[in-house]
């Protein structure tokens, strides 16, 4: 299991993609929704003995989390005074825990499985998460694109957008949509 | 294999859904990007082995073909002459050709696969393909939903909408959007 650190902006590593590999990328975040695409990606996607036509597949999950942009500070303090110091070290911190935390959150969710033959990769970048997404899925040649669907009404989707919707569009791999059924 | 039509106001079948079974959508249309999908999802949904946790799961995919609604007379005829009688039924008979070779395509991606444990149905509505795509999905309480994606042009996507989009905000089950390689 690795960990990088990368964003919007590019990565730094190269990675070979080799034919009889399988590079699923799980896009989590702090929701619900998220973790359920895992857990579905880890039974519908990967299975122990997955084989097809006789030729077995090395699978590797890349979980990757995108952490919000730092805060502008323009917009959100005009006195000059709220993001001086300790505060934006703080932020900084609790953004740090954030991600830890959802890491550690979809760890638990994938030792549910037996995933002894699954790689696991963990990247985290930082940025705006449907950018940050569609580079990264790029970039480690992704095979696949797992996330999840935050099931917004008509006006939080107009106003934020739909990640899905703009992934759908500007990434090259199959893309998986995995809405969190209402009773799980 | 059973083949049955319906339109987008309902369907007369009831199917009972089993724990253990999975029921995969396929939405199949005329375009190369629809097979690449079928053949995306035996290679990657489907594994003669899969097992989780030890529980093996009953595969079936059902072919969803939507025939393009009617004529509408008024705007295409403007004389009442062109569709009369035999023109009619030329162009039903075209239609019903044109589901026929769309299954007997997608019936030669399958059998590219070891397909023995797995249950095929084939379907075919007719009407608008977004509406009935996702009324289909919800009747055959669908596992999940594997779709092709045409890359059109931002104007053409404007004009058509896209029927991917429609899906993702209106399917319940996980959606798969398959996009084929540029090299496929």
Chains 1, 2 share one sequence.
């Not at 690795?2 to 929701?31: L, Q």
């Not at 550690?104 to 790689?119: H, L």
């Not at 940025?127 to 006006?155: P, Q, R, T, W």
Request: charged share 25%; aromatic share 8%; with cysteine.
């Amino acid at each position: 299991m690795g960990e990088a650190e990368y964003g919007s902006g590019g990565m730094t590593m190269t990675m070979m993609k080799k034919n009889k590999d399988r590079r699923i990328v799980v896009a989590i975040d702090e929701s619900e929704e998220s973790m359920y695409a895992l857990s579905w990606c880890l039974t519908n996607l990967l299975s122990q003995e997955a084989k097809t036509n006789n030729i077995s597949i090395n699978n590797t999950i890349v979980l990757l989390y995108v952490k919000p942009p730092p805060p502008a500070y323009s917009s959100m303090d005009p006195t000059g005074y709220l993001f001086a110091g300790d505060v934006v070290e703080t932020m900084e911190k609790y953004s740090r825990g954030l991600a830890n935390s959802v890491m550690n959150r979809a760890e638990e969710v994938y030792r549910g499985f037996n995933t002894t033959t699954i790689k696991v990769e963990k990247k985290i970048g930082s940025g705006d998460a449907k950018n940050v997404i569609c580079v990264a899925v790029e970039k480690l040649a992704a095979d696949v694109l797992v996330m999840g669907s935050h099931d917004y009404g008509f006006f939080k989707r107009a106003l934020l957008g739909s990640v899905s919707d703009y992934c759908s569009k500007h990434v090259k791999c199959p893309l998986v949509v995995v809405k969190r059924p209402k009773n799980a």
